[in-house]
């Protein structure tokens, strides 16, 4: 059984990702456009120790989602939808990480 309410890129929950509501486009993309350019502001006063921590979270959260990826009754679009903002993410906490 898969964790509807674990918070998996910033606020969003999986269920929000793996539900049929809201729609992917345009609902399901504006939500995470939001959330990504609220992450990002956060990324910018975050130490490096906190940065490795990020990015293992959002590891675990990618692993967590795709879990179950041939699952017919899954929203696909929205699950591929998370995997592109949250690879957005990881590469710029990798590059902070660089700095």
């Known amino acids: 059984m898969i964790e509807l309410e674990k918070k998996v890129f910033g606020n969003i929950k999986t269920k929000v ?3 049929a509501d809201p729609p992917a486009h345009p609902d399901t993309k504006n ?4 959330e990504l350019d609220i992450l990002l502001e956060e990324l910018k006063s975050q130490p ?3 940065l490795e921590k990020l990015l293992e979270q959002q590891k675990i959260a ?3 989602i795709n879990s179950r990826p041939g ?3 899954l929203a696909q679009n929205k699950i591929q ?3 592109e903002y949250n690879k957005k993410y990881m590469q710029i906490i990798k590059e902070n990480l660089e700095l």
């Not at 939500?31 to 939001?34: G, P, Q, T």
Request: charged content about 30%.
């Open 17 to 19: 990702i793996i539900g």
């Open 48 to 50: 490096k120790e906190n």
């Open 81 to 83: 939808l998370f995997n």
């Open 31 to 34: 939500i995470f456009e939001k």
């Open 71 to 73: 699952a017919v009754a």
């Open 62 to 64: 990618e692993k967590h």
